[in-house]
T-cell receptor, first 114, second 112 residues
Framework: NAGVTQTPKFQVLKTGQSMTLQCAQD?????MSWYRQDPGMGLRLIHY???????DQGEVPNGYNVSRSTTEDFPLRLLSAAPSQTSVYFC?????????????FGPGTRLTVL | SQQGEEDPQALSIQEGENATMNCSYK?????LQWYRQNSGRGLVHLIL?????REKHSGRLRVTLDTSKKSSSLLITASRAADTASYFC????????????FGTGTRLQVTL
């Protein structure tokens, strides 16, 4: 099993550009989520999904969109990148639909917005 | 907002010593989890302790939970250089829609 995979590993954007961060898992987990990690802030939940076709907002959803058309994939879209979105982004999945169980994390995408 | 706050923020010890990290949280929880993050990598789950448990062990790891004090500790015994990483606690609240909330982490440095 590859676990949770994320692409790209690094990305540099200019303010106003849009892009999609890809996330996929091969563990048949229903629950998937996106976090951002900033220095001194820990991880903050952006969006999550409890199954295909179902998404919901986390703590810091503004400026991001998600969709879940399949169990395996959960892409995160930045609509109009801003310097405040410079961060490391992690995708995670869990076998417990509530998201309360063990989280399996991808390797992260380091995004810089100029 | 962060539910868990780790203490200390940074810890430096020598190989073979024990490392203790603490986590305090504010509201009632269903479970508390500890994760490790090596530099530039994703988080890796270490151990989960439920609110009705007081202590759990996994190899060289020992986790305690005191719900009356809203605190948990992670003890790593006989530390190795490979234990150098950041350690995060994460709590899940008691509401049915509660998601994991992560603390800011403790950075552990184990030197030879």
């Amino acid at each position: 099993n590859a676990g949770v995979t994320q692409t790209p590993k690094f990305q540099v954007l200019k303010t106003g550009q849009s892009m999609t961060l890809q996330c996929a898992q091969d563990m048949n987990h229903e629950y998937m989520s996106w976090y951002r990690q900033d220095p001194g802030m820990g991880l903050r939940l952006i969006h999550y999904s409890v199954g295909a076709g179902i998404t919901d907002q986390g703590e810091v959803p503004n400026g991001y969109n998600v969709s879940r058309s399949t169990t395996e994939d959960f892409p995160l879209r930045l609509l109009s990148a801003a310097p405040s979105q410079t961060s490391v982004y992690f995708c995670a999945s869990s076998y417990q639909t509530s998201g309360s169980g063990v989280q399996f994390f991808g390797p992260g995408t380091r995004l810089t917005v100029l | 907002s962060q539910q868990g706050e780790e203490d200390p923020q940074a810890l430096s010890i020598q190989e073979g010593e024990n490392a203790t990290m603490n986590c305090s949280y504010k509201t009632s929880i269903n479970n508390l989890q500890w994760y490790r993050q090596n530099s530039g990598r994703g988080l890796v789950h270490l151990i989960l302790i439920r609110s009705n448990e007081r202590e759990k062990h996994s190899g060289r790891l020992r986790v305690t939970l005191d719900t009356s004090k809203k605190s948990s500790s992670l003890l790593i015994t006989a530390s190795r250089a490979a234990d150098t990483a950041s350690y995060f606690c994460a709590t899940q609240g008691t509401g049915t829609a509660s998601k994991l909330t992560f603390g800011t982490g403790t950075r552990l440095q184990v030197t030879l």
